[in-house]
C-alpha cells in the first residue's frame, strides 16, 4: 500500500528551525514531483513547496521564499523540507504530497497521494 509518513514537526520559537521528512513506502515515489501544503486551523490548505521528479526544479510559495528549501532524495524515496526564520504565521500542519507526473504542482488536485501531516507551531 502506497504511503507517505512526515515526520519532524514540533514546537519551536520564532526564528528557529525545523526540518520536516516524508518517507514514502509501498511504491516508489522519486519518480514523482513532490510537494508541502500547510492548513493552519480555520484556513484552507495552502501550498508552500514543490520539487519536481529530478529534484533539479522547485517552486515556493512567496512567504516561505528564503526561508524553506524543498529537496528530495530519490534513491531513498525522501523528500525534506528546511524550515529556517520560522515565524508564528507558518504555524499549521505540513503534509507531505506526491503526484504521478514529472513537473512542479502548485494545487492541492494535481496530487494523488498524501501524508497524514505534521504539527508545527512556532511560538512568539
Known amino acids: 500500500q502506497e504511503q507517505l509518513v512526515e515526520s519532524g514537526g514540533g514546537l519551536v520559537q520564532a526564528g528557529g528551525s525545523l526540518r520536516l521528512s516524508c518517507a514514502a513506502s509501498g511504491r516508489f515515489f522519486g519518480g514523482y514531483a513532490m510537494g508541502w501544503f500547510r492548513q493552519a486551523p480555520g484556513k484552507e490548505r495552502e501550498f508552500v513547496a514543490a520539487?519536481?521528479?529530478?529534484?533539479?526544479?522547485?517552486k515556493y510559495t512567496d512567504s516561505v521564499k528564503g526561508r524553506f528549501t524543498i529537496s528530495k532524495n530519490n534513491a531513498e524515496n525522501i523528500m525534506y523540507l528546511q524550515m529556517n526564520s520560522l515565524q508564528p504565521e507558518d504555524t499549521a500542519v505540513y503534509y507531505c504530497?506526491?503526484?504521478?507526473?514529472?513537473?512542479?504542482?502548485?494545487?492541492?488536485?494535481?496530487?494523488?497521494?498524501w501524508g497524514r501531516g505534521t504539527q508545527v507551531t512556532v511560538s512568539s
Open positions: 520539487i519536481n521528479w529530478s529534484g533539479v526544479t522547485t
Open positions: 504530497a506526491s503526484t504521478v507526473g514529472f513537473d512542479v504542482e502548485v494545487v492541492t488536485s494535481q496530487y494523488r497521494y
